[in-house]
């Protein structure tokens, strides 16, 4: 047989991996249109790469190897995949990017679940909703076209969404009004202050050209209308819609030709046929208070128009146009803004607006309005509906029944509705579905839900402003202000209207606020929390900036191009389980862990953050604060344009200076990737090794431990005693199971509950552990012990405490867990007498096993007193292990 010259090269390849027992085949850019030899016996290959070749149809002899791991077959013609049901595939990650696939192969199906599947930039994703393709869900997207299956059940989306943003007191309110009402008469000095979001909806008639995707030659083929004379120059606003003649009147009073009727897309000679429709526009009013500013990440939605409002006699300062344009590209994906200069009958200012459009490429136009004396406005709303008309979203197919369900629950009437309620809506019970139609009410901005959280898995919000007005009056409460930002949960009582906001959903609306990084609870403590954008702009007498200026600190530096509002305030409140102590403030904090410090702090006028990291196996720790830095960059969508990072030299020089050279991160990856290895510092002069200037920012730590996860758990737990009243352990146990369940799947994990591991006490049957942590492939992980402990019972705690170490654990964990639920009048009092008992044990045997130690390590964990750690160390054949005591204070007075 012969071979082209690709299929000879892949066939010495496969040869190479065959002699040599290679894991990984490379058969990628070869121009194959098949494997020119067998492969069934590489069994052992556990990765292959058929990218940039010719297949068309997916080679049955890949698709039967049961071990392979990862396959990347991208950028080739396929228009099938190759999988048989029954068999046990071992792949983890596939790649079918950039093919020619017309629909979403069945037999991916036949894979485990977690296999995470790589399908952009192929036919089937053609035409759907974008919020749909970013979800990066097989599923979802699976459902979404199964429901469109027959016309019946599918409609057009024919809305668009505007959002004014802008500061305080720049007029919003009022250009809403104007837009839904021209008739409006703005009463000066009345006008109305928006606290959060308000949403108003309005109908408009607009042209559009007879074609895909909004014609639909069925609905809109009566209703077709010629444009003449369209560049024809005339300004008059007033014969604008002169230029769109009814077929009807064209032809002289005839009928529409069946001809243009039926057709898909009707063309008339030289002229472009267009239809007119109704649009709903659902226009946003966002409030201007900088402190809100933290929400907007979930409200700043794409395929939007953005009016951008600035008042000539109060903004003075190019960082409020640098922050709002670049947050609405960011966030907005680069839609349409118009940036408008409201009350131009009192104030007019100039700004340079060729600069900004050669910045900000989106910016449709520059407005001068005034709604008093409606100067400009007609402009703009003019220039509003011509770009509505080239929005390519509007028309998006949707199932009727999923619009049906948006209607009904905005007609509803009400603020928010519990899960059942939301379930009742939808007409179903199956949880794929009801997380599908759900996730894509959210991404439409209908309702507000976060069904994965286990606090908020029961509160639907259907009306965003009920949420985001709760926020400004606790924000804005003197008390809370007064307090410098901390509140408890029982003050809600007094601070919110408990007709809109009735007691029992005081605790999910500061949940809401959690998750939205505007506050978080005080680590250990039952519910307290801290809003860190009221906190004092000056650290504590207790901080002592100048100990993480010393020589050997490990120092790092972001700068911005604009300051994105609110983001040191989110990584306080993402790092809530690190702060050391009350050692935060509003532009800053101090992390620790049991080896090291580190300080973050913001300079609002250098729009820079610094981190400094003191102490041992500082990476772990600088590490941990820049992935939290990261995620917030991600979450607002960041571009590397908008922020520079800088490592700063630690040379001998470097090190005592007060300005120390920074060596940006993008020149050093710039110098590896020519293979110059060293960089001179501007300072000292002396070459540095680019591999060492990284290494230190580099953990080599694999965090394993779910400590911080199991006492996240236990904080949430103790926060809810209320509901523990009537609980037995066997249920305490559950419920600290459904909590911890969410926070371990983040590191891949799942917690089971009453495995059967190890022995029992008596060891003549397996033992059952409440708690078994897992890894995706079954492997144990760690354990959990609970128990209710009401005094100093030694038999009780002695039971628990050998039965973990001892009989559960058969495999040697490297830690365990034991949950003691205290249900004493006197916390400190049980938990002083525990410590006094564990440490009696210290340096004694129990069996094979020596205990060494007993550590109190609450202080570097938790904030608050409801909640104490303790750490045992102890061997066992050899090896060091370790045991976690979390005494979760769950007592209530009768």
Same mark, same amino acid.
């Given at each position: 047989?012969?071979?082209?010259?690709?299929?000879?090269?892949?066939?010495?390849?496969?040869?190479?991996?065959?002699?040599?027992?290679?894991?990984?085949?490379?058969?990628?850019?070869?121009?194959?249109?098949?494997?020119?030899?067998?492969?069934?016996?590489?069994?052992?290959?556990?990765?292959?790469?058929?990218?940039?070749?010719?297949?068309?149809?997916?080679?049955?002899?890949?698709?039967?190897?049961?071990n392979?791991?990862?396959?990347?077959?991208?950028?080739?013609?396929?228009i099938?995949?190759?999988?048989?049901?029954?068999?046990?595939?071992?792949?983890?990650?596939?790649?079918?990017?950039?093919?020619?696939?017309?629909?979403?192969?069945?037999e991916l199906?036949?894979?485990?679940?977690?296999?995470?599947?790589?399908?952009?930039?192929?036919?089937?994703?053609?035409?759907? /909703?974008?919020?749909?393709?970013?979800?990066?869900?097989?599923?979802?997207?699976?459902?979404?076209?199964?429901?469109?299956r027959?016309?019946?059940?599918?409609?057009?989306?024919?809305?668009?969404?505007?959002?004014?943003?802008?500061?305080?007191?720049?007029?919003?309110?009022?250009?809403?009004?104007?837009?839904?009402?021209?008739?409006?008469?703005?009463e000066?000095?009345?006008?109305?202050?928006?606290?959060?979001?308000?949403?108003?909806?309005?109908?408009?008639?607009?042209?559009?050209p007879?074609?895909?995707?909004?014609?639909?030659?069925?609905?809109?083929?009566?209703?077709?209308?010629?444009?003449?004379?369209?560049?024809?120059?005339?300004?008059?606003?007033?014969?604008?819609?002169?230029?769109?003649?009814?077929?009807?009147?064209?032809?002289?009073?005839?009928?529409?030709?069946f001809?243009?009727?039926?057709?898909?897309?009707?063309?008339?000679?030289?002229?472009?046929?267009?239809?007119?429709?109704?649009?709903?526009?659902?226009?946003?009013?966002?409030g201007?208070?900088?402190?809100?500013?933290?929400?907007?990440?979930?409200?700043?939605?794409?395929?939007?128009?953005?009016?951008?409002?600035?008042?000539?006699?109060?903004?003075?300062?190019?960082?409020?146009?640098?922050?709002?344009?670049?947050?609405?590209?960011?966030?907005?994906?680069?839609?349409?803004?118009?940036?408008?200069?409201?009350?131009?009958?009192?104030?007019?200012?100039?700004?340079?607006?060729?600069?900004?459009?050669n910045?900000?490429?989106?910016?449709?136009?520059?407005?001068?309005?005034?709604?008093?004396?409606?100067?400009?406005?007609?402009?703009?709303?003019?220039?509003?509906?011509?770009?509505?008309?080239?929005q390519?979203h509007?028309?998006?197919?949707?199932?009727?029944?999923?619009?049906s369900?948006?209607?009904?629950?905005?007609?509803?009437?009400?603020?928010?509705?519990?899960?059942?309620?939301?379930?009742?809506?939808?007409?179903?019970?199956e /949880?794929?579905?009801?997380?599908?139609?759900?996730?894509?009410?959210?991404?439409?901005?209908?309702?507000?839900?976060?069904?994965?959280?286990?606090?908020?898995?029961?509160?639907?919000?259907?009306?965003?402003?009920?949420?985001?007005?709760?926020?400004?009056?606790?924000?804005?409460?003197?008390?809370?202000?007064?307090?410098?930002?901390?509140?408890?949960?029982?003050?809600?009582?007094?601070?919110?209207?408990?007709e809109l906001?009735?007691?029992?959903?005081?605790?999910?609306?500061?949940?809401?606020?959690?998750?939205?990084?505007?506050?978080?609870q005080?680590?250990?403590?039952?519910?307290?929390?801290?809003?860190?954008?009221?906190?004092? /702009?000056?650290?504590?007498?207790?901080?002592?900036?100048?100990?993480?200026?010393?020589?050997?600190?490990l120092?790092?530096?972001?700068?911005?191009?604009?300051?994105?509002?609110?983001?040191?305030?989110?990584?306080?409140?993402?790092?809530?389980?690190?702060?050391?102590?009350?050692?935060?403030?509003?532009?800053?904090?101090?992390?620790?862990?049991?080896?090291?410090?580190?300080?973050?702090?913001?300079?609002?006028?250098?729009k820079?953050?610094?981190?400094?990291?003191i102490?041992?196996?500082?990476?772990?720790?600088?590490?941990?604060?820049?992935?939290?830095?990261?995620?917030?960059?991600?979450?607002?969508?960041?571009?590397?344009?908008?922020?520079?990072?800088?490592?700063?030299?630690?040379?001998?020089?470097?090190?005592?200076?007060?300005?120390?050279?920074?060596?940006?991160?993008?020149?050093?990856?710039?110098?590896?990737?020519?293979?110059?290895?060293?960089?001179?510092?501007?300072?000292?002069?002396?070459?540095?090794?680019i591999?060492?200037?990284?290494?230190?920012?580099k953990?080599?730590?694999?965090?394993?431990?779910?400590?911080?996860?199991?006492?996240?758990?236990?904080?949430?737990?103790?926060?809810?005693?209320?509901?523990?009243?009537?609980?037995?352990?066997?249920?305490?146990?559950?419920?600290?199971?459904?909590?911890?369940?969410?926070?371990?799947?983040?590191?891949?994990?799942?917690?089971?509950?009453?495995?059967?591991?190890g022995?029992s006490?008596?060891?003549?049957?397996?033992?059952?552990?409440d708690?078994?942590?897992?890894?995706?492939?079954?492997i144990p992980?760690t354990?959990?012990?609970?128990?209710?402990?009401?005094?100093?019972?030694?038999?009780?705690?002695?039971?628990?405490?050998?039965?973990?170490?001892?009989?559960?654990?058969?495999?040697?964990?490297?830690?365990?867990y034991?949950?003691?639920?205290?249900?004493?009048?006197?916390?400190?009092?049980?938990?002083?007498?525990?410590?006094?008992?564990?440490?009696?044990?210290?340096?004694?045997?129990?069996?094979?096993?020596?205990?060494?130690?007993?550590?109190?390590?609450?202080?570097?964990?938790?904030?608050?007193?409801?909640?104490?750690?303790?750490?045992?160390?102890?061997?066992?054949?050899?090896?060091?292990?370790?045991?976690?005591?979390?005494?979760?204070?769950?007592?209530?007075?009768?």
């Amino acid at each position: 047989m012969k071979f082209t010259k690709g299929e000879q090269l892949a066939i010495n390849r496969i040869e190479n991996v065959r002699i040599n027992k290679f894991r990984y085949l490379d058969l990628s850019g070869l121009s194959l249109n098949r494997i020119p030899v067998d492969i069934s016996d590489l069994t052992y290959v556990l990765d292959i790469d058929l990218s940039n070749n010719n297949f068309w149809t997916f080679p049955k002899e890949v698709g039967l190897l049961e071990n392979l791991q990862y396959l990347n077959i991208s950028y080739n013609n396929l228009i099938d995949v190759y999988f048989e049901y029954g068999r046990n595939y071992s792949l983890k990650e596939l790649n079918i990017s950039n093919n020619f696939l017309n629909f979403i192969p069945e037999e991916l199906e036949y894979l485990n679940n977690d296999v995470w599947i790589i399908f952009n930039n192929n036919p089937f994703l053609d035409n759907l /909703p974008p919020e749909l393709i970013e979800d990066d869900n097989l599923s979802y997207i699976k459902y979404y076209q199964d429901s469109l299956r027959s016309y019946d059940n599918k409609t057009r989306l024919f809305e668009t969404k505007i959002l004014l943003v802008g500061r305080g007191d720049v007029g919003k309110t009022t250009i809403v009004k104007k837009l839904l009402d021209e008739n409006f008469i703005v009463e000066i000095g009345k006008e109305e202050t928006t606290h959060g979001i308000n949403i108003n909806s309005y109908n408009v008639e607009i042209f559009y050209p007879a074609s895909y995707p909004h014609y639909n030659k069925v609905i809109d083929g009566e209703n077709l209308y010629v444009r003449t004379d369209a560049e024809s120059g005339d300004d008059d606003e007033d014969k604008y819609y002169d230029h769109f003649i009814h077929f009807s009147d064209y032809y002289n009073g005839e009928e529409i030709p069946f001809e243009y009727r039926i057709s898909d897309q009707p063309y008339l000679f030289d002229q472009s046929i267009f239809f007119e429709k109704e649009i709903k526009v659902n226009v946003w009013d966002f409030g201007g208070q900088e402190m809100l500013y933290a929400t907007h990440q979930f409200f700043l939605t794409k395929r939007s128009i953005y009016i951008f409002v600035w008042d000539p006699r109060t903004d003075n300062d190019e960082d409020n146009f640098e922050y709002w344009l670049s947050i609405i590209n960011r966030l907005g994906s680069e839609s349409p803004i118009f940036v408008v200069m409201n009350k131009s009958d009192i104030r007019i200012k100039a700004i340079d607006e060729e600069s900004l459009q050669n910045k900000f490429k989106n910016i449709v136009s520059f407005h001068n309005i005034s709604c008093s004396n409606n100067n400009g406005f007609d402009i703009l709303r003019s220039e509003i509906e011509s770009v509505i008309s080239e929005q390519k979203h509007i028309g998006t197919e949707l199932p009727k029944s999923w619009n049906s369900i948006r209607e009904n629950l905005k007609n509803c009437n009400k603020n928010y509705i519990s899960y059942g309620e939301f379930k009742e809506f939808i007409k179903t019970k199956e /949880p794929d579905e009801i997380n599908y139609i759900a996730g894509f009410l959210t991404d439409l901005g209908d309702i507000i839900y976060f069904g994965q959280d286990y606090g908020l898995k029961d509160i639907v919000v259907l009306n965003p402003n009920w949420l985001t007005a709760a926020i400004y009056e606790l924000i804005h409460s003197l008390e809370i202000q007064k307090s410098r930002g901390a509140f408890k949960l029982e003050q809600l009582t007094s601070l919110l209207n408990l007709e809109l906001y009735p007691e029992e959903k005081h605790y999910q609306i500061v949940a809401l606020m959690e998750k939205f990084e505007i506050c978080f609870q005080i680590l250990g403590s039952h519910d307290d929390y801290i809003i860190p954008v009221l906190l004092s /702009p000056t650290p504590p007498e207790t901080v002592k900036i100048s100990e993480f200026e010393t020589p050997e600190a490990l120092k790092y530096i972001v700068k911005y191009s604009f300051l994105p509002s609110g983001i040191i305030e989110r990584i306080i409140c993402r790092l809530n389980f690190y702060l050391e102590s009350e050692n935060y403030w509003k532009y800053g904090a101090i992390f620790t862990t049991e080896v090291s410090r580190g300080i973050i702090q913001l300079d609002r006028f250098k729009k820079t953050i610094m981190i400094s990291v003191i102490g041992n196996l500082q990476a772990d720790l600088f590490s941990i604060i820049k992935h939290a830095i990261d995620i917030v960059h991600d979450d607002l969508k960041l571009k590397d344009v908008d922020f520079e990072e800088f490592y700063i030299c630690n040379c001998n020089e470097c090190a005592v200076s007060e300005s120390p050279t920074p060596f940006g991160r993008k020149v050093l990856l710039k110098y590896l990737e020519r293979d110059k290895q060293y960089i001179e510092c501007q300072k000292s002069i002396e070459s540095i090794k680019i591999s060492n200037i990284l290494a230190g920012f580099k953990s080599n730590k694999n965090e394993n431990s779910s400590l911080r996860k199991f006492i996240d758990a236990a904080s949430k737990l103790q926060s809810r005693k209320m509901m523990l009243v009537d609980f037995n352990e066997n249920k305490v146990n559950i419920y600290y199971q459904d909590l911890l369940n969410p926070l371990l799947k983040t590191k891949g994990n799942s917690a089971k509950e009453q495995s059967l591991m190890g022995t029992s006490t008596t060891l003549k049957s397996f033992g059952q552990i409440d708690i078994a942590v897992e890894d995706t492939d079954g492997i144990p992980k760690t354990i959990f012990e609970g128990f209710f402990l009401s005094g100093l019972n030694t038999n009780v705690i002695k039971s628990h405490f050998e039965k973990t170490i001892l009989n559960y654990d058969t495999n040697g964990l490297n830690e365990k867990y034991l949950g003691v639920y205290c249900k004493s009048a006197n916390f400190m009092t049980l938990f002083e007498s525990y410590v006094s008992y564990i440490q009696s044990l210290e340096n004694t045997k129990i069996k094979d096993i020596e205990i060494l130690k007993t550590t109190d390590i609450s202080q570097f964990y938790v904030q608050g007193s409801e909640i104490k750690i303790l750490r045992t160390d102890y061997k066992r054949s050899d090896q060091k292990l370790y045991l976690y005591h979390l005494l979760i204070n769950i007592f209530l007075p009768q």
